[in-house]
């Protein structure tokens, strides 16, 4: 009897505290279990890389790689549309770049075109795309020198094309400079006459002949000084009026012959001196001008 009395005892003193205990480890059990899961949901945290300076397609592939998904690009500029993600460059990022963010926060990228006003300056020192420009600096700078190279190979090329034909041809032209400074004092033996002499008639047509003959060599002149030409050109033809005019200064026509003769005469020595003097003007010789 007291045996079962004892039993009871015990078997009640454990209802007693046994209940409350389970329902404590059940109550641990089930917190631990909570914060596993609220640890599991929450996103990873990860050092978020610094993609200023870089092509947009570039910064969105380093995100990536860094396992960063989500970006908001936004011009910097104006309200452009980023389409080409490769002609774009990161100036900005929010948030910084080092600061370790969750791998679920979006990225936002303030972008521009690299040839936008400004840009240049904002790009961090050593950058990819900073020194993506330095490059086509030095290049372009390269190209320029080549050019100027090249440009003066090309002057002083063309230069001996022209003192060389200057030198072949400058007797001829020494030689129809004298004609041509001839014909005032063939027009002044005219006037005093009243007529055309013979030996004047000869001189002007001789004049005129070698005119035509100075007139066809200029057509072969260097491309480099055909204005030049053409301004001796158009003189030449004047010269050429002016001594046909004066074969026909006789008689009652003889004044106004005379007179269209000046007319003819005095622009075209203007015109003249100025096609000689372009064209001797690099060769280092003298222009023999009238």
């Known amino acids: 009897m007291l045996r079962s009395h004892a039993l009871r005892r015990m078997a009640s003193h454990y209802v007693r505290y046994a209940a409350p205990m389970r329902s404590r480890t059940v109550l641990v059990i089930l917190t631990a279990a909570l914060a596993l899961g609220l640890t599991a949901c929450s996103a990873e945290s990860k050092e978020l890389p610094d993609v200023t300076g870089h092509r947009l397609d570039d910064a969105h592939n380093i995100l990536k790689d860094a396992g960063f998904e ?3 690009d936004s011009d910097a500029v104006s309200d452009r549309e980023p389409l080409r993600d490769a002609n774009w460059v990161v100036l900005e990022q929010s948030p910084t770049g080092g ?9 936002r990228l ?3 075109k690299p040839d ?3 840009v240049r300056e904002r ?4 950058s990819p795309v900073a020194l993506e420009m330095e490059q086509q600096d030095r290049q372009r700078a390269i190209e320029k020198r080549e050019q100027a190279s090249e440009q003066r190979r090309q002057q002083a090329e063309e230069l001996g094309e022209v003192k060389s034909f200057v030198e072949k041809y400058d007797a001829l032209i020494r030689n129809n400079m004298n004609a041509i400074s001839d ?10 006459a009243g007529v055309v002499t013979s030996n004047a008639g000869v001189k002007l047509i001789d004049i005129e002949m070698s005119l035509g003959a100075y007139w066809d060599v200029l057509e072969a002149t260097p491309k480099q000084v055909n204005d030049c030409a053409d301004r001796a050109q158009e003189a030449i033809r004047s010269f050429q009026q002016a001594s046909d005019t004066l074969l026909t200064a006789e008689g009652a026509a003889a004044e106004g012959s005379l007179a269209r003769f000046a007319q003819l005469y005095n622009p075209a020595v203007t015109k003249y001196n100025s096609g000689l003097n372009c064209l001797y003007k690099e060769t280092g010789i003298s222009a023999p001008t009238v």
């Open 116 to 118: 936008d006003s400004g």
């Open 123 to 126: 790009l961090p020192e050593g």
């Open 99 to 107: 600061d370790s963010v969750p791998i679920d926060t979006t990225i």
């Open 70 to 72: 989500t970006f908001d």
């Open 110 to 112: 303030s972008v521009a």
């Open 183 to 192: 014909l005032p004092g063939l027009a002044d033996s005219i006037r005093a």
